[in-house]
């Protein structure tokens, strides 16, 4: 079992840049292909991106490419969501989710993962 954490949410204003932290307690998460969701009301949860289990592979969708970037931080244990030039439209709650890989490297692009963080509000003002 593996317990995600969000970290580094907030009220921010559109054109701002902020960085969104996911860890995991007593894991490592370099066995764990990582990816970023995010969800508004009454919508669906949304796939941004991923990352593979040795960060050399990132995948995007085409809406997060060029503001968004994700990356690992093997000493910290963290997978890191940078988002510039925030707008009011990227208000959400943001996820992590961790998928178990036994072996290769290889982003997991999918809306099913095997983990979850609780999420983290992100609100952009106008």
């Known amino acids: 079992q593996v317990q995600l954490v969000e970290s580094g949410g907030g009220l921010v204003q559109a054109g701002d840049s902020l960085r969104l932290y996911c860890t995991a307690s007593g894991r490592s998460l370099s066995t764990y292909a990582m990816g970023w969701f995010r969800q508004t009301p009454g919508k669906e949860r949304l796939f941004l991106g991923g990352?593979?289990?040795?960060?050399?592979?990132?995948y995007y969708r085409d809406y997060a490419k060029g503001r968004f970037t994700i990356s690992r931080d093997s000493a910290k244990n963290t997978v890191d969501l940078q988002m510039n030039s925030l707008k009011p439209e990227d208000t959400a709650v943001y996820y992590c989710?961790?998928?178990?890989?036994?072996?290769?490297?290889?982003?997991?692009?999918?809306?099913?993962?095997?983990?979850w963080g609780q999420g983290i509000q992100v609100t952009v003002s106008s």
């Open positions: 989710a961790a998928e178990e890989v036994r072996f290769g490297d290889y982003v997991h692009i999918s809306q099913q993962y095997d983990y």
């Open positions: 990352i593979s289990t040795s960060g050399a592979k990132t």
